[in-house]
């Protein structure tokens, strides 16, 4: 019954989002009930608080739908096995899979998410270079704190091709990203997740809810919402505050350039005047000097941060916004039934 | 020593027989060597002097080795130092311009042309000389001829009455002369009964040592006196011989000494005798001064003979007994004393016994209390001279020695209202003898009471303050300040404004940093039948407060040196501050606008202000201005520092940042330990003003982003008590301050009353406070009130409303000074709630945002920055772009402006947290 039910909320989502992923080769994503249980059990063993969890996605693609029917987790780095080969451990572990005969085809990695925070540079990173190898890799994001809620939160992204370009060729200037002309809503494509059991798993799904007596904790219909609110608010606040400052640094630089663009038209005036006055005189031009050597452009601030930033905070907003919205649902619903009572 | 005998000889080869010159030749040729070498060396040591002195110095020299050299008829010798004599002569022309041509000058001249023609005329020593000598004979007779026809007048003068040239002048300049004439006006009468009578007598009776000197010194048999300034006594007596008698007594005569003289001439050894046993009862000291004098003056001249030992240091000499003793001769004998001041060799003990003798003496022989005043003026000078050293603290002795003086002389200047001192008067326009005009005498009487002031703190500076010795030295502050009171009334009568207002500063100085026990008991009316007649009578007095308003005043009035003001004021307000006169000492702090300028003043001033910023805080928490002595004691403590700002002790610092020069300087300032400010109770005093103040203000903005610290040292004391592993009974005065503050923090005012007023901290600082009871009542209040505050902010979330009874029965406050603290919490929007007449209770608002509102507050005040940075990026660009390329662009511009308005009008809004205008805002702007 929960994974009817994530389906159907998941679905939803899914449902919302397709309309971005036109020229791609994955349109859908069918997740094997398998592995979303693997994810959350990798989560509540390894994962406390802010920390991450990643672990490996296998699957196949059929059509340009991408099947993912198994997955394992990346071991926990510490310390002491800081030599620790990672490509060598997925290496041994897929062969391993291979030999009990489970699909091998690595498609992409799953990690967890604290409060919905992920979009940052490492994730786009590694995605790039996933996405880069193979085409079709996705990255699955679950967020085991509004899973504890009471509703499956699981998401796959995908970089844009745009995004993809861009990354292709390093170039995060301000000039390289408005040629592109991307924004953060072009960063990430999400891609619609189905979760598909089999027949037999439905059956047993089916016999197990008639006989297993009601749940004694709802969480989903918990009132309390000021803790949720404020971890989000913070966290969100912490991004204000990173864009601010690059808001500064780019303002900065954006005067710099202008005042050096000035000196620069001046320079070239006077050179000017000068040339006509000489030659009035009869006297040869000045020799054209580099004037990009004169006057060095200033270090123009890299922006593919404030892109993600403004991700990551358009990602906190969607949050909150879904929060609140089904928190006031629960409000006015235990309003009315106060009211009944 | 050794020049009396140099110049004894040549004088007596000049005028007595010649007949034995050869016997002394070879003997005194050697020692005078070694005399000579000794001259030098003295010279070369000699401070610096003024031009005139200095100049003179070296005609002296010169003329020294030419009578060397006279005496051994070396006559290249002669004629190369006259030639240099004559260029130095020429060299002081400006200062013989002035003062004349010096008598010492005119007599060598004199002298060296006598003994020129005498050896000319002495053919058969000519033809005994070596032919140097003779060709340098003839032409330095030639010289000194044609030299000498310039002074024609001037040695006339003096050939016809040589002594009186000498005694006259030459005492003046002479003396520098390192004391080869010290004594020239005491051998003069000496010589004059001397020579009346037979030598052997006087040998016998007297100074058998001196005889024996000049026994054994053959060449000082045949000196002669005629003209002889430097002789000495010793030498007197041995080479005494009839002729010069006769004109000695003419002389002697018209220096009024005839009736001294005579009476000795007949009764010679009797009546020396019996002088000396006059002496010898009236002071010991001088006798054994003479006594001494005499022996070491023969004694070194025996000495000099047989070993030839340079005698570096001068010889103190007394008059010759039996010399008449009249002023002149005693300034000039003072002034001898004088010129040996400063030099190097000079002993100074030996010349401050000197001094005193001499005051003997003038005492004794009633020469008026004008040189007795003038004496006592060098001996109290030459008493603070004694140190070399800047930093060194006089013994215990020499500053007894000094105030007695001080207060001698002050005794003399009480008694004889005709005296005038001051340091303006001139050397030459003093009026030492008695006579009908008042005496003059030149001399600061203030400045020596003021260096004396000076040297008692310098003792008290280095003396350890935990000893017995300390407290011995603190006694002496009881004359200090009597002397001080009484240079107070003596310059009231006498002095000028200026004068008055430094003795006036002294006598502040000396008072303000005393708590008036007396006036305090008196204010509590306590005084009366218990008190002992001592207490009685010292409550007779004056009040301080009363003295140091009227010194105050006057310095107010009258003072034009800034400094004396600036003081004045600090110790009046310090004054007030100790005696708790709150409010007039914060008045004159704020009227007086110190605050603005003291950072120019010296250290000792910013020392002194200090101190009185200090002890206006502590002044400020007794009367439970709590803020007022927060703000008072912030500045000073904050700095951590406390101890060297309030020049209490120095700082342990490594060598790079003060070497030891400056740390010497620093040491100099230190304020002596009677007069020190408890820095623990500073320190009290001021954490538990901050506690008062913060840790209410801490419970009332909880969860304001923007709160600030009041005390940074406070928090510092709080951290490092949160910072202790395991939590004891608090120990110290800081651990007991912490743990009150955490009781207070729980709005907990019974432990935090027993943390803060306990038997410890009684101890160690409430009780040092004159009115300990009454600031413990009110810290007792402050804590009560301030806990109700702090319990108020703390938990008036958890309440609905809350009995105004309740609350005064917990914190124990009477029910209308709760009613107030919380009325005044309500009308400052601390606290938000109403009060509820008929029930008497609170009834809370709850308008306090939760903190996610809070968050939220805070989130909108980031998007308001985030917002308007980016403006201004978009400002740019449209101002880059708008200026360089679109000119006709403007629209767009003006339409930035217009939004720039909005903007403002949103910033508006937004500080009143209206998310609606907020929002309405941010859609304006997208």
Redesign the interface.
Known sequence: MASRKESSSVSSTAMASTGGTLDSPVKQIQIEGLVVLKIIKHYQEEGQGSEVVQGVLLGLVVDDRLEITNCFPFPQHTEDDADFDEVQYQMEMMRSLRHVNIDHLHVGWYQSTYYGSFVSRALLDSQFSYQHAIEESVVLIYDPIKTAQGSLSLKAYRLTPKLMEICKEKDFTPEGLKKANIGFEQMFEEVPIVIKNSHLINVLMWELEDKSTVADKHELLNLSSSNHLEKSLQLLMDRVDDMSQDIVKYNTYSRNLSKQQQQKHQYLQRRQQENAQRQSRGEPPLPEEDISKLFKPPQPPPRMDTLLIAGQINNYCQNVKEFTSQNLGKLFMAEALQGHN | MSRFFATGSDSESEESSSADEITPKAPGATFKQSLLLSDDEEDTKRVVRSAKDKRFEELTNLIKTIRNAMKIRDMSKCLEEFEQLCRAFLKSKNIVDKEGVPPFYIRLLADLEDYLNQLWEDKEGKKKMNKNNAKALSTLRQKIRKYNRDFESEIAAYKENPQESADEEEEEKEPEDSGSSSDSEGEVSSKSFLKKKPEAPSEATKFLKSAKGSGDESSSSDEDDDDDDDEDWGSDQSGSSGETSDKEEGKTSSMSMLFLKKSQDTEKPGVRKEERKKKLKQKERIEEEAEEEGGEEAGGGWEKVKGGVPLVKEKPKMFAKGTEINTAVVVKKLNEILQARGKKGTDRAAQIELFHALAAIAAENNLGQGILVKIKFNIIASLYDYNPNLAAFMKPDMWKKCLDCIDELLDILFEHNNIFIGENIAEDSENLAVSDQPFRVRGCILTLVERMDEEFTKIMQNTDPHSQEYVDNLKDEGRVCGIVDRLLTYMENKGSTEEICRVYLRRIMHTYYKFDYKAHRRSLGLQGETKSEQDQEESEGEDSAVIMDRLCKFIYAKDRTDRIRTCAILCHIYHHALHSRWYQARDLMLMSHLQDNIQHADPPVQILYNRTMVQLGICAFRQGMIKDAHNALLDIQSSGRAKELLGQGLLMRNMQERNAEQEKIEKRRQVPFHMHINLELLECVYLVSAMLLEIPYMAAHEFDARRRMISKQFHHQLRVGERQPLLGPPESMREHVVAASKAMKMGDWRTCHSFIINEKMNSKVWDLFPEAQRVREMLVRKIQEESLRTYLFTYSSVYDSISMATLSEMFELEMPTVHSIISKMIINEELMASLDQPTQTVVMHRTEP???QN??L??AE??G??VE??E??FD??Q??YGGYFNRDQKGGYQQKQSYQRDQKSYQQKQSGYQRGGYRNQNQGNY
Do not use: D
């Open positions: 939760t903190s996610l968050m939220a805070q989130l980031k998007l920055n985030l940075n980016n201004r990026v740019l660009k101002g880059v």
